[in-house]
């Protein structure tokens, strides 16, 4: 089965700084989507970035931007000039067809 | 356009009761999904809908039952509550195209179950 790995249960950062958020994932499929979801204290998912497998080109958001290693099955999300509003719960989930997965998330504080 | 809504925020049961969990969304998206959230462990999937009339077992499906009769609605049944289903319930959807296969989410069903 597919499972997604969040090595960091709290991660925080400094206002203005950057910030890296690991995630890694395993499966044998060739061609799936990765995700970064965030959730602040509403509960809502909300999406951050994405990337498609096949795509060599990591994918870039305004202040988001990910490093997709698919040898090494590892997508970590970099947060550059940090806000407060950044503060939130992150999710890395990976999907193949109907099969989405979740990591348990890393929750990221942001101090003034 | 209110995106995907749940109804209720919040619920509490007794072992042993019922209830329904309604997710609607208004952006005629053709997949739907029901995710549970636990403390540590992420979302996991109980079930989905690839359209009107269909559903299929995820990750997680045992004691749930789900229906989608009308395309924008997607409910999930408990039959007989157990408090192993206390839990955060996310509804979420997605257009039928793979590339632009982003999910979108409601806001998220708080059931606690005595």
């Known amino acids: 089965a597919q499972t997604v790995t969040q090595s960091q249960p709290e991660m925080s950062v400094q206002e203005a700084e950057t910030v890296t958020l690991s995630c890694t994932y395993d499966?044998?499929?060739?061609?799936?989507?990765l995700f970064w979801y965030k959730q602040p204290p509403s509960r809502q998912m909300i999406l951050v970035i994405r990337q498609e497998a096949y795509k060599q080109q990591n994918a870039t958001e305004n202040r988001f931007s990910v490093n997709f290693q698919k040898a090494a099955k590892s997508f970590s999300l970099k947060i550059s000039d940090s806000q407060l509003g950044d503060a939130a719960m992150y999710f890395c989930?990976?999907?193949?067809?109907?099969?989405?997965?979740f990591g348990a998330g890393t929750r990221l504080t942001v101090k003034p | 356009n209110a995106g995907v809504t749940q109804t209720p925020k919040f619920r509490v049961l007794k072992t042993g009761q019922s209830m329904t969990l309604l997710c609607a969304q208004d952006m005629n998206h053709e997949y739907m999904y029901w995710y549970r959230q636990d403390p540590g462990m992420g979302l996991r999937l109980i079930h989905y809908?690839?359209?009107?009339?269909?559903?299929a077992k995820g990750e997680v499906p045992d004691g749930y039952n789900v229906s989608r009769l009308k395309k924008q609605n997607f409910l999930l049944g408990l039959e007989s509550a157990a408090p192993s289903q206390t839990s955060v319930y996310f509804c979420?959807?997605?257009?039928?195209?793979?590339?632009?296969?982003?999910?979108?989410f409601g806001p998220g069903t708080r059931l606690t179950v005595l």
């Open positions: 979420a959807s997605s257009n039928l195209l793979a590339v632009l296969d982003t999910q979108y």
């Open positions: 989930a990976y999907r193949s067809n109907n099969d989405m997965r």
């Open positions: 809908s690839v359209g009107e009339g269909t559903t």
């Open positions: 499966t044998s499929e060739s061609d799936y989507y």
